[in-house]
């Protein structure tokens, strides 16, 4: 069985504390408007935050964070209607940016700038005029620089894979990734969503309507963790993990907890906060296609 | 006695726990570079905080968190050689700001502006060329509106005040509360700053070396609350509160702990954070010359 002990992932910093609080925060007035159970949540959060093992990943207590959520409030997915919005504003913008990659210089890095740019897409307030800003929207993702660029080795090793695992990361974005699948050999892909709910990630009821299903073979992990956190995993889905030779890893909270695990990984991302950029020895904000490869073969 | 319990201070907000945090771990960092000593500050702060009632202001947190970060490295005042730094900045744009006031149309008008605006002055990173941007920080301070602007009634009230309480906030501002001072009358002010190290707050050994000890007469509330928990303020600075006729309190700290006590006050200060800004009704940011008066005389 594939070794997930002892692999070295994204550990929790104390500039993150802050953060879960402002997570838990988030996700409990998502949930609920009952501000008792607000402060509920956010006292059991605190107690929980005081014991956690900070050698663990923030994913690890993202985890706990959105499990406390879902009992207190007895919402089983207070993103759900987020994620919808996302899918809806994703899907507006999908035929143009199919065009725009189309059209572009090297169609299949155009495809894959935009799916790692796709993690964070500003649409602005709910209610605006999407219409009008999709062509502002895609130039500037497209016209942002990579930070780390390891493209050229992407097309290079995908021609040789022989099974990929392509870890998905937030809903909305799903449509993106859905952009580079259709440059990558889809029939040797295979595309992971969470097991269940966890913050706005992709679960497979999320998938409705998106045309993905259908259009690239999906599994999910098994685990309700905003990362991949393998011993929480399925067995079934470990047993794939184990026998991918390639994985494409979508995100920070995939990165946070895969890094440093012994495999021929693609991470796709933005960076999104102080404590990865600094990991990652680049701008806070950066966009990444980032390889790393197996110890000994 | 002054009647302190019961009054209505600004509660703790769910909002304020991440800034909690974030302040725990700033204070932290600022008195060690050990981490596993600011891991244990940080979880003691969410063990205090998972039990704080948020019927109280955000000071009494502040409090604790302070008092925690003190006991946990032996630093008895972690924020003096920050205070010794924005006494030394603003020591060096008191005479140019002093010179502005004196030749602007209302010069007292301008005094309370500029107090106003001390609390947040942006001096960029140590090692800048302070010299260079010292006539553009003051005129964008002075070019600021305020949000609530009671500043007629508040050179009417001065008149005929006999005994006015002035409660300083932050290191180094002070130089500007001078600037406010030179323009009221001085004989009948006392300056009050806090009777011991409350984050970046000016205490007693703060004043040294800027002129104002001499100029006013100054007491210590006896309190280490970054604000005027008058609960927690000796009975010699009680005594004083209840016998003045006249309080200008400076800063958020002061307001949070202090609105709703039946006093006639005037607030000055910035509405530094969304919490505040909505108990004031006011935008982010905003600046505020705020009059509340006593309930029946």
Known sequence: ???????????????????????ALEASRM?????????????????????????????????????????????????????????????????????????SE????????????SNVLDFGPPGFNLGSKIGSILESALSEELAIDDRASFWRTMEKAEEILYLGDNTGEVFFDRLLLEH??????????????AINDITM???????????????DNGSDAPGTILEDCSPEFRQRF??????????????????????????????KCPVLARDLDVAEGSLVVKEVLPKAV
């Open 1 to 23: 069985m594939f070794p997930v002990t002892g692999a070295r992932t994204v550990k929790t910093y104390l500039e993150c504390i802050p953060c879960f609080l402002r997570q």
């Open 242 to 271: 184990e026998a991918a030779d390639l994985i494409i890893s979508k995100g920070q909270g995939n990165y946070e907890t895969l890094s440093g695990i012994d495999k021929h990984i693609f991470y796709l991302l933005k960076a």
């Open 205 to 219: 009821g999320d998938l409705d309507d998106t045309g993905l299903n259908g259009f690239v073979s999906v599994v």
């Open 184 to 197: 990558l050999p889809v029939e040797k892909v295979t595309f992971v969503v969470r097991g269940g709910p």
């Open 31 to 103: 949930a609920t408007h009952d501000d008792g159970v607000q402060a509920k949540i956010i006292r059991r959060v605190l107690r929980e935050t005081a014991n956690f093992s900070f050698s663990l990943s923030p994913p690890h207590m993202g985890q706990k964070i959105h499990r406390i959520v879902r009992e207190e409030t007895g919402d089983p997915d207070p993103y759900r209607a987020e994620k919808l919005r996302y899918n809806m504003l994703y899907a507006q913008i999908y035929p143009q940016a199919k065009k725009m990659v189309a059209r």
């Open 106 to 117: 090297n169609p299949r890095d155009s495809a894959l700038k935009l799916a790692v740019a």
